[in-house]
């Protein structure tokens, strides 16, 4: 079974950064295309970032592209989103996700989640 654990969420200021980390346990992270989704309060859970397997391909939903960045190590079992320049609306609960090793911005196709990591952005 594949196990995700998010760190990294707290409050930060419009403008602000954080870095958001979900370690992978279980399997070998190398084998599994990593997600990072959000949901704020009375809205659904939007994709936010996914990088493949290997990492050789990224991809941004268009709210964050140019702010956040997606990285992996996958000798660490660790991907890492780094969000820069955050504002209000960034202000969600973020998970991290696992599936095969291609991405997809369907939050159903993810079967392994963690617990989820609170961001909040004040203006």
């Known amino acids: 079974q594949l196990q995700l654990v998010e760190s990294g969420g707290g409050l930060a200021q419009s403008g602000g950064s954080l870095r958001l980390s979900c370690t992978v346990s279980?399997?070998?992270?190398?084998?599994?295309?990593i997600a990072w989704f959000r949901q704020a309060p009375g809205k659904e859970r939007e994709g936010v970032s996914c990088?493949?397997?290997?990492?050789?391909?990224?991809t941004y939903a268009d709210s964050v592209k140019g702010r956040f960045t997606i990285s992996r190590d996958n000798a660490k079992n660790t991907v890492h989103l780094q969000l820069n320049s955050l504002q209000p609306e960034d202000t969600a609960v973020y998970y991290c996700a696992g599936r095969g090793r291609v991405c997809t911005a369907v939050a159903g196709a993810y079967g392994s989640w963690g617990q989820g990591t609170q961001v909040t952005v004040s203006s």
């Open positions: 990088i493949s397997s290997r990492g050789s391909t990224v």
């Open positions: 279980g399997f070998d992270s190398e084998y599994y295309a």
